[in-house]
Structure formats: C-alpha cells, structure tokens
C-alpha cells in the first residue's frame, strides 16, 4: 500500500532549512518549535488534541513502516498522511476517536503526531 503525504505550506519553511529545537506537550496540547536555520526565525506548530506523538531520525526509521511513498518532498515541513502503518497501528486499535496522522520532517527527524485536530502553524521572530 502506498502512503499519501499532503502538504501543508508553511511560508519560507521547507524540511531542509528547519531543526527541531523543542518539543512540549501539556494537558493534550503538543507544541513543537523549529528553528529555521537561514532566517532569525522560529516555526512553532501547536496541535490540539494530540492524541500520541514520536520523534525519530531519520536512521531509525522502523523496517516495518517503510512503505512506498508519493507526495514527499523537501520543499515542505508538514504533511497529513495517510495509510501509513504508524496510524494503522495506533487508531483505532488504541484510541476509539478519528484521529488524523501529521508528520513532520526536518533534516535528521521524523515527528508523527495522531491528532483531532490540524496543527496550527505561525512564525516567530528572534533577535540575535
């Protein structure tokens, strides 16, 4: 089966130009900042109703989960996915809900996220 991956933009954010800088999940709600290694900016998504979430490199992706893929690309930072075996595993099996598969990818990782809602992304600036 093949995994279908479905952009969604984020302006002046790609995979290649973003690192994961941090991660912190409360009461449901899972934040996950980004630093975006050629801009004095950070991406934060925030993800209600998260439902379970896993941070891999890339390396470690397990054998099991690497189904053939269409849609990936490196111009973007997030996707919804489906079909994949991460969200076969996990709904309904474990959660009784309609959840929806996101993942995140920079250089060196993989974020999965099961949510009942679509992450909301925004920009930040820093100073140096």
Known sequence: MTVIYEAIPVEG???LNSQL????WSDGTLFLDFTITDKPMIARATIKDCDIFRVLSESYVPESETEEQTGLSE???VYSVEGSFFYKHHVPTIFGV???HYRFVTGP???D???RTPPVMRTLGVSK
């Open 13 to 15: 954010v790609t995979a």
């Open 21 to 24: 800088s941090g991660v912190k």
């Open 75 to 77: 111009e973007h930072l």
């Open 98 to 100: 309609s959840s929806t």
């Open 109 to 111: 990782r993989l974020i």
């Open 113 to 115: 996220v099961l949510a």
